[in-house]
């Protein structure tokens, strides 16, 4: 099974969230029971982001469901660009491409400090996704660092991001072990 993602922004950009709290929890609802596993779905002013693992593409269903879920609100044919990504490579090369480009910006703060939070919540019932991504983050922030761009606020990010994936380590000999493999004293 693949790691996948969608992106969907609205083409007329606005400062608002595309769905409410109450609409992301009846999405992730619905495709967790059709997908049969983990499903993320991160909500920020820069777009509505659904990770998920599948050997098939929910691109369209996912399409479909929230055409329903808003469609008292607009047309999503009009309204909103949708970006499927259907493997980890393609997953970390758009994160790579997103954050050279936002990183610079102030909806960056606001975007992660976001993401961040909701990835605490929603912790608990994605744990597979959720370290996957920490991979995807680490990979990513190599990859920055070779091309010589700015990772100090991504940076700061990064290491949110795998606190949340390590504060909720069961096992206290592996908590340590990669505690002291992410150690600062031991990157070159």
């Given at each position: 099974?693949?790691?996948?993602?969608?992106?969907?922004n609205?083409?007329?950009?606005?400062?608002?969230?595309?769905?409410?709290?109450?609409?992301?929890?009846?999405?992730?609802?619905f495709?967790?029971?059709?997908?049969?596993?983990?499903?993320?779905?991160?909500?920020?002013n820069?777009?509505?982001?659904v990770?998920?693992?599948?050997?098939?593409?929910?691109?369209?269903?996912?399409?479909?469901?929230?055409?329903?879920?808003?469609?008292?609100?607009?047309?999503?044919?009009d309204?909103?660009?949708?970006?499927s990504?259907?493997?980890?490579?393609?997953?970390?090369?758009?994160?790579?491409?997103?954050?050279?480009?936002?990183?610079?910006?102030?909806q960056?703060?606001?975007?992660?400090?976001?993401?961040?939070?909701?990835?605490?919540?929603?912790?608990?019932?994605?744990?597979?996704?959720?370290?996957?991504?920490?991979?995807i983050?680490?990979?990513?922030?190599?990859?920055?660092?070779?091309?010589?761009?700015s990772?100090?606020?991504?940076?700061?990010?990064?290491?949110n991001?795998?606190?949340?994936?390590?504060?909720?380590?069961?096992?206290?000999?592996?908590?340590?072990?990669?505690?002291?493999?992410?150690?600062?004293?031991?990157?070159?």
């Amino acid at each position: 099974m693949e790691l996948k993602y969608l992106h969907i922004n609205e083409k007329q950009q606005n400062k608002e969230l595309l769905i409410s709290q109450k609409q992301v929890t009846m999405l992730k609802k619905f495709l967790k029971e059709f997908i049969c596993n983990e499903v993320l779905i991160i909500n920020t002013n820069l777009g509505l982001e659904v990770y998920y693992q599948s050997s098939n593409d929910c691109t369209k269903i996912i399409k479909e469901v929230l055409t329903i879920i808003v469609s008292k609100k607009c047309d999503t044919n009009d309204s909103f660009q949708f970006i499927s990504f259907q493997n980890e490579h393609e997953i970390q090369r758009s994160i790579d491409d997103a954050i050279e480009y936002v990183a610079e910006t102030p909806q960056f703060l606001s975007y992660t400090e976001s993401m961040l939070s909701q990835l605490k919540l929603q912790y608990e019932s994605n744990k597979k996704l959720i370290g996957k991504l920490s991979g995807i983050w680490s990979e990513v922030m190599q990859n920055l660092h070779i091309r010589n761009v700015s990772i100090q606020k991504i940076q700061a990010l990064q290491n949110n991001f795998q606190d949340i994936y390590i504060k909720n380590v069961k096992d206290e000999v592996l908590k340590e072990l990669i505690i002291e493999a992410v150690d600062k004293k031991h990157v070159n």
